[in-house]
């Protein structure tokens, strides 16, 4: 709970972390109408699930050139402009009249989306390294605790009664507490680092952090788009129960998230991950009783599950020697946010072909192969 006080007792840090919790707030306001926007627009699982994959490519778009926006703008003025990007860019899915203007809103909130979040990953990395403070995790907190403010927001369906008048108070309680803060960091820029030339023994590191990067953040992005349906289809949940998986998924991310820098320095990154990975298996198996306690339960354990996994992964990617922080994060990044916007549209075709039954299974099973990952990166001396 440190790094907890150490954000919100300086702006510094405060701002940095109110644009994670900025992304969330977005991102899942927009998750929670995802069956209200299937419905409206009259469109199947496959076709939503396409729709969502135009996210994915928003992220292959920005992926390339994302480390170079960010050194010629400076991180601080990318993660300035990036939050205020992707609030404009909120606005447009919930506006969508059919099928391929839902498509390319998508794919401009994806751009906007995984811009930012590698902007403001980048930023914490050159934070924690100019003032040794430790607040990855808690900054990912934010970003979590954005979710469960969005989670909360589920409770406004009825009362409002109109989605895009939803966002649009979400997007205004975002930029009103970005441009309250933005200044305190809107002029940092990178440290310079000594690069070295390309080289597999370089480039190495990163793979295998990569992939569990993408195989966690699809797993939380399948839970994020799917959980709402799966109380409604599979569990028979009533609708005012609809938003409570992903609420409880939140709740959990937070708290461990919050408490993740402290555990981190006590018992390492890969016992943590580790132990995430197992949790979230024990998460995955409740969500396959189907009972809608039990599946609502399951969600709250994987998301405990998942909460320390990516933050610690996004630490080591900028701290490899010889890559700009830009760059490793970047990587890391690109192969989670591709993983957390991929999953959602893959499960989605799975989906039509089986059930949300299935997808689950297959969940839990790619939980299997990040304990399975841990083992590596031990014997790998990490």
Known sequence: MKSLFLILSNPRYFGPAWAFASLNILFGTWAIYIPTVKE??????????????????GVFAIFPVAAKIINTLGVGKATGYGVVLSC?????????PSLYTL?????????????????????????????????????HGFFSLGGVLAG???????????????MLCAVILTVTVHLLFVGRYFQMKAAPVEKEPFSLKLFKPLMLIGLVSFISMGSEGAIVDWS?????????????????????FQVTMTIGRFLGDGISERFGSIKIVALGAFVSMVGYALVLTTQTYMAIAGFAFAGLGFSVMVPELFRIGGNIKGVESSQGVSFIAGMGYTGFLLAPPILGFLAKSTSLLVCFGVLLCCAFVILGATVKLKGDGR
């Open 228 to 248: 709402g349906l799966y109380l409604q289809e599979i569990s028979l949940a009533p609708e005012t129960l609809w938003g409570a998986g992903f609420l409880g």
């Open 152 to 166: 909360l927001g589920s409770f406004l369906i009825g009362p409002l009664g109109n989605p895009s008048l939803h």
């Open 103 to 139: 498509m390319a809103a998508l794919f401009v909130f994806g751009a906007s989306n995984g811009f930012t979040d590698i902007a403001m990953n980048t930023l914490v990395t050159e934070l924690e390294k100019e003032d040794e403070a430790k607040f990855m995790s808690a900054a």
């Open 88 to 96: 404009l860019a909120a606005l447009l899915p919930l506006l969508a």
């Open 40 to 57: 409206g627009l009259q469109i199947d699982k496959s076709e939503l699930g396409l729709a969502i994959f135009f996210l994915s490519l």
